[in-house]
């Protein structure tokens, strides 16, 4: 049996599907306020944190919302005193260092890739759970980043050739995707039980849906990164009208069927600049489709 796939990603190395350049990033003693404001600014969801010249770790955009978590006010404040609780969270973004919040959800550890590794190795640690990591060259220093994303697209170019045709047919239900549990929330839920949701399913997005349960809208951390301190009173909001204000593209979330092949779904996952694609029956969703899960198909796939 062979992985026609693995072995087509081992004559690829990291630093052909990296991102190499210039590398933005920030100091262990920015605030967090400042940190998000760079991930938004840049359209980014993670960055290099420096300690003096030396890199020390990668902020990602969940260990925000994990942070966000730990200092928004819960439901009972709000009601109390709903503008103190906010001024209170607000002023802890600004005053956090970034030095204390490092892989505060646990998903993006630091580990650094030599450029001349082969892409397949990345695969297995991608499939893993890690979504990206930084690019060292061979004096040890970070010269870019590779994510799950920077394989996803390229697999979408090479899943119709050859023997590797044989895994971008598969479908959904074939390999075993349409059998994840959705984490959801209701659209009039608050922006607070959502971030707990999130938190508490160690999860990096949730499913909105409506009172018949049909899929609305996808709240992923990536929709907190312009949640900086004149921001906070967004917290006062449902999930339809913070994400009509902050993010309208989430009310329209892409979706396939457990015959969609894994071809479709990574296009899908490229095109749209995704990085989950909700299975859905009858608009109810029934299962969610991570880069994670399809590096773990690719991964684990045999001929």
Same mark, same amino acid.
């Given at each position: 049996?062979?992985?026609?796939?693995?072995?087509?990603?081992?004559?690829?190395?990291?630093?052909?599907?990296?991102?190499?350049?210039?590398?933005?990033?920030?100091?262990?003693?920015?605030?967090?306020?400042?940190?998000?404001?760079?991930?938004?600014?840049?359209?980014?969801?993670?960055?290099?944190?420096?300690?003096?010249?030396?890199?020390?770790?990668?902020?990602?955009?969940?260990?925000?919302?994990?942070?966000?978590?730990?200092?928004?006010?819960?439901?009972?404040?709000?009601?109390?005193?709903?503008?103190?609780?906010?001024?209170?969270?607000?002023?802890?973004?600004?005053?956090?260092?970034?030095?204390?919040?490092?892989?505060?959800?646990?998903?993006?550890?630091?580990?650094?890739?030599?450029?001349?590794?082969?892409?397949?190795?990345?695969?297995?640690?991608?499939?893993?759970?890690?979504?990206?990591?930084?690019?060292?060259?061979?004096?040890?220093?970070?010269?870019?980043?590779?994510?799950?994303?920077?394989?996803?697209?390229?697999?979408?170019?090479?899943?119709?050739?050859?023997?590797?045709?044989?895994?971008?047919?598969?479908?959904?239900?074939?390999?075993?995707?349409?059998?994840?549990?959705?984490?959801?929330?209701?659209?009039?839920?608050?922006? !607070?039980?959502? /971030? &707990?949701?999130?938190? %508490? $399913?160690?999860?990096?997005?949730?499913? @909105? +849906? =409506?009172?018949?349960?049909?899929?609305?809208?996808?709240?992923?951390?990536?929709?907190?990164?312009?949640?900086?301190?004149?921001?906070?009173?967004?917290?006062?909001?449902?999930?339809?009208?913070?994400?009509?204000?902050?993010?309208?593209?989430?009310?329209?979330?892409?979706?396939?069927?457990?015959?969609?092949?894994? !071809?479709?779904? /990574? &296009?899908?996952?490229? %095109? $749209?600049?995704?990085?989950?694609?909700? @299975? +859905? =029956?009858?608009?109810?969703?029934?299962?969610?489709?991570?880069?994670?899960?399809?590096?773990?198909?690719?991964?684990?796939?045999?001929?």
């Amino acid at each position: 049996m062979t992985n026609p796939v693995l072995q087509h990603l081992h004559t690829v190395t990291v630093r052909e599907l990296g991102q190499i350049g210039q590398l933005i990033a920030i100091r262990k003693t920015d605030s967090v306020e400042a940190a998000i404001k760079i991930l938004a600014d840049n359209k980014i969801l993670s960055v290099p944190v420096l300690d003096k010249k030396a890199v020390i770790g990668v902020l990602d955009i969940v260990d925000v919302v994990y942070f966000l978590h730990k200092v928004a006010p819960d439901q009972k404040s709000l009601s109390a005193n709903e503008l103190q609780s906010l001024e209170i969270a607000g002023r802890a973004i600004a005053m956090e260092e970034v030095g204390e919040i490092i892989n505060a959800s646990g998903k993006d550890p630091y580990v650094p890739i030599d450029e001349h590794n082969k892409v397949s190795l990345v695969v297995d640690l991608f499939a893993q759970g890690i979504h990206r990591a930084p690019i060292a060259d061979s004096a040890g220093e970070i010269i870019g980043t590779i994510s799950q994303s920077d394989i996803i697209k390229y697999l979408s170019t090479k899943l119709h050739e050859g023997e590797m045709k044989h895994l971008g047919a598969k479908s959904v239900k074939e390999l075993g995707l349409a059998e994840k549990k959705v984490i959801t929330t209701n659209i009039h839920d608050s922006i !607070l039980i959502a /971030i &707990e949701n999130i938190v %508490e $399913n160690a999860a990096s997005c949730v499913g @909105v +849906i =409506d009172s018949q349960g049909k899929l609305v809208g996808n709240l992923s951390a990536s929709d907190f990164k312009g949640l900086y301190r004149e921001e906070f009173p967004s917290f006062l909001l449902n999930i339809g009208d913070y994400l009509e204000k902050h993010s309208p593209a989430s009310l329209n979330p892409i979706c396939c069927t457990e015959s969609t092949t894994l !071809l479709q779904v /990574i &296009e899908e996952m490229r %095109e $749209n600049n995704i990085h989950h694609l909700y @299975v +859905i =029956d009858d608009f109810k969703p029934v299962s969610i489709i991570s880069a994670t899960d399809i590096l773990k198909s690719v991964r684990d796939f045999v001929l």
